[in-house]
């Protein structure tokens, strides 16, 4: 049960975290906040079936995830995925959450992004059933307009401001030689720094 012996309402926020960034901290602030979450777990992917790059090491993604969220009460930087061997999937760690949470109300945070291509996600249709699907945004972006069209779907708009922040910029960035002191946590940065990621190979 949750604070108020109301059901408890358990989030999820899975991602590569390549690297974790300001955005990804505020959206997590942000559902905490607006969903009345008693715990958040994020989640770093294990092996991104849909991503067509190769990840950072998984050990150092983890490492970077707990720097950039360990600061938030609640939160759960959550390994399950990748210690899983094959694909991982969403709906299988939402099954966990289940498992662990009997009773509770289950919550799968994501971006527009991400929300766009919701219906080509593995097993979608049972994710959908298991989460309330709490999209990043201003409420008028095509994720959750797609997300609107699909039948059964419960959706929840996450108010936030728009950020300029995406680990495809920080990456880029940081192969140009250029400063990302403004998208990332300071130990986030230093991290990347001391570990001489996505430099120029």
């Known amino acids: 049960m949750g604070l108020s012996g109301a059901p408890m309402r358990v989030g999820m926020f899975g991602g590569a975290f390549d690297p974790p960034h300001h955005a990804h901290r505020a959206l997590a602030e942000a559902a905490m906040a607006q ?117 059964g779907v419960r959706l929840q708009a996450i108010a936030m401001p728009p950020m300029a922040a995406s680990s495809t910029e920080i990456r880029a960035r940081l192969t140009a030689g250029q400063d990302i002191a403004d998208l990332v946590d300071p130990a986030v940065a230093s991290y990347i720094e001391s570990h001489h990621l996505y430099r120029p190979t």
């Open 35 to 151: 969903l009345g979450l008693d715990r958040l777990h994020v989640v770093p992917t294990g092996d991104a079936w849909h991503k067509s790059r190769a990840l950072t090491p998984a050990a150092q993604r983890l490492a970077m995830a707990r720097l950039a969220f360990s600061t938030l009460p609640r939160v759960e930087v959550d390994d399950r995925e990748l210690r899983r061997s094959g694909p991982t999937y969403s709906v299988d760690t939402l099954r966990e959450l289940q498992a662990e949470h009997p009773g509770a109300l289950l919550y799968l945070l994501m971006g527009e992004d991400q929300a766009a291509g919701f219906s080509r996600w593995h097993a979608w249709e049972e994710v959908a059933r298991l989460a309330v699907l709490c999209v990043a945004g201003r409420g008028t972006g095509e994720g959750i307009s797609a997300l609107r069209a699909v039948p």
